[in-house]
């Protein structure tokens, strides 16, 4: 009698022990209440098994109630229960997503601008550290309408940028490929960028922009005027410095020095008049940025490098960021093959959201100066003024009027302009 007390005192115990043990696993893995019944308010009786010897000690309950313990504690190969203490460096310390059911890292998404059409976009997106696209294609078009002076105001319908490409990102290396259906040069960029793990050291190879003018390191979707204006035409157009290239370039980034950057490469050269091509060309461009808003640059670009520069040119630009106001200004001086020249250039515009739809209004003022020296003495300005509508980074609409003397123009001339864009990426 006395012994099989102790045995039914030992039995309880072990059984406590194990329900106890296994509580966490019960809650876990608690069925779900049945609706009806709690509908009906009935309560269910417990249902027992029919097998009288299966409780009893002595005869392998303890080995299933010891087997039951063990998978509801976590073993060595399941690994640390999220959210556990060993995980925890600190008291207090959030619970890791993973331990939160149903919560979900935040994903940054695609890039807001391809590398090639603005590569200081990616810089920002890089120092977000999010996620990116392996793979993903984007495209743009931009439709506009113009009426100028120049020719009696007849009306200029057409497409004027048509683009479309495809990027491929991993984790230390980028490429990208994209083509202008709308431009006679097809091809636009074609290029990959070799980065070391901290992004700090970069390499270019391939057909890109080149480092010259802080206005055309702009994306054109960003740009709040429609084309980029009478001094960049004239430079990067019409006397061939700057602008895409075939070459390869290196890149420095140093964000704790002031968000310093420093691009330096070698570019194909032109052609001279016969069509033959000349040797290659440099261009450099260095940036810090001393206030979350404010950005300094200079950029250079210097012609047949290896057989000595005739011509070159070398800009300074200033950008300022506050309240949704943005103003930019560059000035540029340098050789080209008319004689010396000077370039000023100021944009500014404010972006005043409108409702929580994602609407935006936009309006925008422009000057540029342009002086020829030497040989011929020539001029160049331009005055322009604009009203744009945003919506979600996707779609825009664009109003501009410019009066411009441009370089071979009796005299100023206006042009009235109306444009829609839409973008996918």
């Not at 495809?166 to 431009?183: M, P, T």
């Not at 300074?316 to 000023?344: C, H, I, K, M, Y």
């Not at 100021?346 to 540029?368: C, D, F, I, K, N």
């Amino acid at each position: 009698m006395g012994g099989t007390g102790l045995e039914e005192k030992g039995w309880r115990r072990g059984l406590l022990v194990a329900v106890l043990l296994g509580l966490p696993a019960v809650a876990g893995a608690a069925p779900e209440p049945d609706e009806d019944a709690a509908a009906e308010g009935v309560d269910r009786p417990l249902e027992v098994s029919g097998d009288d010897d299966a409780a009893k000690p002595g005869d392998g309950a303890g080995d299933a109630l010891e087997g039951a313990v063990a998978q509801a504690m976590p073993g060595g190969s399941q690994g640390p229960v999220m959210g556990a203490p060993e995980q925890v460096t600190e008291p207090g310390a959030p619970v890791p997503d993973a331990a939160v059911p149903g919560k979900k890292k935040k994903d940054t998404g695609p890039k807001a601008d391809t590398l090639g059409e603005a590569p200081a976009e990616a810089d920002k997106v890089d120092d977000k550290g999010g996620p990116q696209q392996r793979i993903r294609v984007f495209g743009r078009v931009f439709a506009r309408g113009a009426a100028d002076e120049r020719q009696k105001y007849e009306r200029d319908l057409g497409i004027e940028s048509a683009r479309v490409g495809v990027a491929a990102s991993l984790s230390n290396l980028e490429a990208e490929v994209s083509a202008d259906l709308a431009s006679k040069t097809i091809l636009k960029d074609a290029f990959v960028r070799l980065a070391d793990d901290n992004k700090r050291l970069r390499l270019y190879a391939g057909r890109f922009k080149s480092p010259f003018l802080q206005r055309s390191q702009e994306s054109a979707w960003r740009l709040p005027i429609q084309e980029r204006g009478l001094v960049e035409d004239y430079l990067t157009e019409t006397n061939a410095l700057g602008g895409r290239r075939l070459g390869v370039m290196g890149e420095l980034r140093l964000k704790e020095a002031w968000g310093l950057k420093f691009s330096a490469g070698l570019f194909e050269g032109g052609e001279d008049a016969t069509g033959t091509r000349l040797s290659e060309d440099g261009s450099a461009r260095l940036s810090i940025r001393p206030f979350k808003f404010l950005t300094l640059g200079t950029s250079t670009y210097l012609t047949q490098v290896i057989d000595g520069t005739k011509q070159y040119a070398t800009a300074a630009d200033a950008e300022v960021n506050l309240w949704g106001l943005s103003v930019t200004g560059e000035a540029a001086v340098g050789r080209l093959a008319l004689g010396p020249f000077q370039s000023q250039s100021v944009l500014a515009y404010w972006t005043v959201p409108v409702g929580r739809a994602g609407w935006a209004v936009q309006p925008m003022v422009g000057a540029e100066a342009l002086q020829l020296q030497g040989g011929i003495q020539a001029e160049g300005h331009s005055v322009t003024g604009g009203f744009n509508v945003l919506l979600a980074d996707s779609f825009k609409a664009q109003v501009q009027a410019e009066r411009a003397l441009r370089p071979g123009d009796v005299a100023p001339a206006l042009e009235l302009s109306v444009q829609l864009a839409t973008r996918f990426r």
